[in-house]
């Protein structure tokens, strides 16, 4: 299957995972770690010094929290009216609270790095070039239990913003909530992410709903809250290895939103990145540390809220010596590969200092370097002998100077706007020459999911009659009749909600039909044939069941918690419209017609 982009091989990437939830959902490290770092941030800079103390911000009820719940939608204030009622219901609630396990280490313990802690020597050298900024970090995350005003990462792509905070994380021991805008794409599944990793709801095990701006900061203030309270009165109950586990942790909890500029792409995004850059106000928890990371800068935010703005740390671009380092880090053969940097380093500095995209370049070339070398084991060549070699080696740097070009694997937030226009500009071409290597029943699969997600249940009877349906001329006349705004308001209403779950059932349902169409009207194409040939079944209903699993696997389609009325399990559709329309185009399927559009 390759409809996934070519992933970053680089220097190490292991933090980022792929998926709508990416999270850093972590295990207990069971080595002491080393603390220079705590030494170090004793003597405070200047900056640090601005952080807020505890009692200065301990205030009892924020008013901006009591505007927001004022603001909250009808949905929520219902579900506070039944949580009050829950509230009153006090033995019930105690019954909750024996279920949940409050004290400190067993769920603070679930937010700290997986992996073994590092050294601060270690983190440094896996970072070369990058000293300055975690030691400004360190600095500004202070010593254990610090409150921390918020703080804004911010350089350029690819620059190890988000490698060296989790490794600091590592390092450091503490607990933190990771999510990034990039797989959370729609404020919604942002809002849940956050949400459902809080320490209890992860120990409960329910996931919570969350749509609107107002819900998610209730549920950040409400939950942090009552664990906060359950952290302090459990903490007298804690026995000697659990306090032991709690002081190497710590109590804050530290909340990392990655890749924030991809917010100023969604609907109504002033309000959302203003509440994030506000949410250190609103809680008012000393205990809640936030921490923000982007590519570009604040004041691409319009961030004049009237609030203070998080402390800037900028994470510039590397020097050519930074990024010689990076590549001769982890070379069991430094002289050779100081070498290949020699012949081909300065052709591709020129074009990119971005360490994914040179490692990306680099990698098949040095293979063909030491092809080169591979009958004089262990020789190194001379300075004459560089020079030869760099123009021997110029037919296979100027193609991979090229791909450099033509596959940005993610734009800088600046050239956006440009590569938009770009895109729409080819379009046309751009899309059909795509290629899935995908099944076909996989590809309707696909198809089936997104309008299972996007539409609501109730239309699917209109959608698909008998001939597999896709006429919606009333649906259009009815369009026309309703003003253009409504219906933009409508649309960034549904983009705010994000993709809806469904059941098994009617995923297979809409499957059946949009694909007995297509059996039909591809009977004699290529593609069948070519399925018949491979010796697979001719029937697209085929191997279904397998081909979804599959799609879940690589994440195409999430795999949900039951639903609690009817005990199945619900999927939802993780691709872009966008994608599912290059999907589409690629088997002829008129999607367009399928989707519930206000
Ligand atoms: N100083 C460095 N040493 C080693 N590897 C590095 C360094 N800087 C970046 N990298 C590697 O480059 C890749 C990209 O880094 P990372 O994702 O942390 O950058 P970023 O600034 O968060 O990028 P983006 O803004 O695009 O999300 C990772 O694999 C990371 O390990």
């Known amino acids: 299957m390759s409809l996934k982009r070519e992933g970053f091989t680089g220097p190490t990437n292991n933090h980022k995972r792929t998926g709508w939830q990416e999270t850093y959902s972590l295990v207990w490290p069971k080595t002491p770690i080393d603390t220079p770092s705590e030494e170090m941030v004793k003597e405070e800079s200047p900056r640090v010094t601005k952080r807020a103390t505890r009692s200065s911000l301990n205030t009892p009820q924020s008013p901006l929290l009591e505007e927001m719940r004022k603001e909250e ?75 921390l005003l918020p703080l804004f990462i911010y350089g350029g792509a690819s620059t190890g913003k988000t490698s060296v905070i989790l490794q600091i994380f590592r390092h450091l021991k503490r607990p933190f909530i990771y999510s990034s805008c990039r797989t959370c794409y729609c404020p919604r599944i942002l809002f849940e992410t956050v949400v459902n990793q809080l320490p209890h709801r992860r120990s409960s095990g329910s996931v919570k709903r969350c749509e609107k701006p107002a819900d998610f900061v209730n549920l950040l203030h409400d939950g942090m809250s009552e664990f906060i309270n359950n952290l302090k009165g459990n903490s007298s109950k804690l ?63 319009h961030v004049n809220t009237g609030f203070a703005e998080p402390m800037p740390v900028l994470f510039p671009d590397y020097r050519e010596e930074d990024l010689r380092k990076i590549f001769l880090r982890n070379q069991p053969n430094q002289k050779l590969y100081s070498s290949f940097l020699d012949v081909v380093f300065n052709s591709f500095y ?89 099944p076909i029943s996989a590809k309707y699969l696909l198809i089936s ?31 026309s009749e309703t003003s253009k705004e409504k219906k933009e308001l409508a649309e960034q209403e549904l983009i705010m909600k994000g993709p809806g779950t469904f059941p098994l059932e009617r995923l297979l349902a809409i499957f059946q039909c949009i694909s007995s169409v297509a059996e039909f009207s591809l009977e004699n194409e290529q593609q069948v044939e070519d399925e018949i040939v491979s010796g697979g079944d001719t029937g697209i209903m085929s191997d279904v069941l397998l081909q979804l699993s599959t799609l879940c696997n690589a994440n195409y389609i999430s795999k949900g918690g039951s639903c609690p009325l009817e005990g199945s399990t619900r999927y939802r559709s993780t691709i872009s419209e966008e994608m599912t329309v290059k999907v589409a185009r690629s088997v002829n399927f008129p999607l367009s017609k399928y989707l519930y559009r206000r």
């Open 73 to 147: 939608t009808p949905q929520s204030s219902k579900r506070a009216t039944r949580s009050s009622a829950l509230k009153s219901c006090s033995s019930r609630t105690r019954e909750t609270q024996k279920k949940i396990d409050f004290r400190s280490p067993s769920l603070l313990r679930d937010l700290v790095y997986r992996e073994e802690p590092i050294s601060f020597d270690a983190l440094c050298s896996s970072f070369p070039g990058r000293r300055v900024q975690i030691l400004e970090l360190l600095q500004l995350l202070g010593p254990m239990n610090s409150p």
């Open 239 to 301: 026995d000697s290895e659990e306090l032991k586990e709690q002081g190497s942790t710590g109590t804050m909890i530290y909340f990392i939103f990655d890749n924030m500029e991809l917010v100023r792409r969604w609907p109504k995004y002033l309000e959302i990145t203003s509440m994030l850059f506000k949410l250190y106000e609103i809680l008012k928890m000393p205990e809640v540390g936030f921490i923000f990371i982007s590519n570009s800068s604040l004041d691409t935010y």
């Open 449 to 479: 999911a997104f309008i299972a997600s996007r539409n609501p249940a109730t239309l699917d009877a209109a959608l698909f009659d008998s001939t597999g349906g896709g006429d919606n001329r009333k649906h259009k006349r009815k369009m």
């Open 350 to 438: 020129r074009m990119t200092k971005r360490v994914d995209e040179l490692s990306v370049a680099f990698a098949p070339l040095f293979q063909k370097y030491c092809e080169l070398f591979s009958d004089k084991k262990g020789s190194v060549p001379t300075e004459d002998k560089k020079r030869s070699l760099f123009k021997r080696f110029g037919e296979h740097t100027a193609p991979a100077l090229n791909d450099i070009f033509k596959v940005p694997s993610h734009p800088n937030s600046f050239k956006i706007e440009a590569i938009k226009e770009k895109v729409k500009r080819r379009d046309a071409e751009v899309t059909d020459d795509i290629e899935f290597h995908m």
